[in-house]
């Protein structure tokens, strides 16, 4: 236990020295967005279809760079591009079964998301592995740390790339609909996973895996990951602490609102030592909806990785059968 609190405070740490990123918006403009209406500041989503580079041999599969306009734009030109990397078997895209898949706060690869859905892959579905705002391609200008912008003292740019992530996932999943595709995955780790849950409250999915996914944003945004340097950014922007609370609740998980998808198909992996994303807070959600039980694994929030071989076997597992309960055999 004691290993797995010091990688998590380790990691807390190195997040809250950075140094913030600037702050772009005022407080005004704060106020106005929380008079708008959730409907409002979301597109309804509208199918995509993602302009494909020419692939590229990855392992014993391909490997496909594609982007799409993102339906909520945010004014940064590389951020309302998305970007993302499809991986298929060796004959490309199958367009059949597809999984979306969002990765970690900060992080600059998909090697983690590929692997989890490396067996899948082998068994006809394509992967869809999405850049969250303002991370990797999306980041704003040279030289800024991949997620610097999304997680930053600019509270409004925050919850607006939660809400860009969540349009840009829900365009992609109706945009692969359309295209075909009889059966739709989604997959969320950490922040990538605040993303995937209010997506699945949108539109629909045949299975969805979270992978300890922060569902607090007030106690792992605000109280767990930001420094002092972001706190005294904000407070000499001129945000208040209250409103800066407030606007992270607006993208708090709803407790009453209606899944979509099976909750047989929706996976949750947990870390039993998580002090940045609490099980606790996770089971207290999913229990509101009806959908436990989680799996709760003996780690912290960075060391989840460690049971991935597990987590790769129950939801590929999972995946496998909703996969096979569609027209004609799937190899397993």
């Excluded at 140094?19 to 509208?46: C, E, F, V, Y």
């Excluded at 059966?183 to 209010?198: C, D, T, Y």
Aim: hydrophobic fraction near 40%; include cysteine; charge should be negative.
């Amino acid at each position: 236990m004691y290993e797995h609190k010091l990688l998590d405070r380790s990691a807390v740490e190195f997040l809250r020295q950075r140094a913030p990123a600037p702050i772009h918006h005022t407080p005004n403009d704060l106020l106005q967005w929380l008079d708008t209406p959730l409907h409002l500041r979301i597109p309804w989503a509208s199918g995509v279809r993602p302009r494909l580079d020419p692939p590229s041999p990855f392992g014993r599969g391909q490997r496909i760079h594609f982007r799409y306009a993102s339906p909520l734009e945010s004014g940064y030109e590389s951020n309302d591009v998305v970007h993302g990397d499809a991986f298929t078997g060796a004959d490309g895209l199958k367009g059949r079964f597809a999984m979306i898949t969002l990765h970690g706060a900060t992080m600059d690869d998909k090697d983690s998301q590929h692997y989890l859905a490396r067996r899948l892959i082998s068994q006809g579905l394509d992967l869809f592995a999405l850049e969250l705002p303002y991370h990797m391609n999306r980041r704003p200008r040279p030289g800024v740390g991949s997620g610097d912008y999304f997680l930053s003292p600019d509270v409004l740019r925050t919850v607006r790339a939660v809400e860009q992530g969540v349009a840009d996932v829900c365009a992609l999943a109706e945009g692969l609909r359309e295209k075909g595709y009889e059966k739709i995955f989604l997959l969320g780790i950490s922040l990538g996973g605040l993303v995937a849950v209010h997506s699945m409250l949108r539109v629909r999915f045949s299975g969805v895996a979270l992978l300890t996914p922060l569902v607090d944003p007030v106690y792992s945004v605000w109280e767990q990951l930001a420094g002092e340097g972001e706190r005294r950014a904000a407070r000499e922007a001129g945000f208040e602490e209250e409103m800066i609370l407030m606007a992270l609740e607006q993208i708090r998980p709803q407790t009453d609102a209606t899944l979509q998808v099976p909750s047989d198909n929706l996976r949750c992996y947990l870390g039993e030592f998580d002090d940045i994303c609490p099980a606790t807070r996770t089971e207290a959600l999913l229990s509101s909806w009806g959908a436990l039980p989680t799996t709760v694994f003996p780690s912290g929030h960075m060391g989840l990785g460690e049971f991935y071989p597990e987590i790769r076997e129950d939801l590929t597992e999972v995946f496998c059968r909703e996969m096979q309960s569609s027209r004609g055999p799937v190899s397993t």
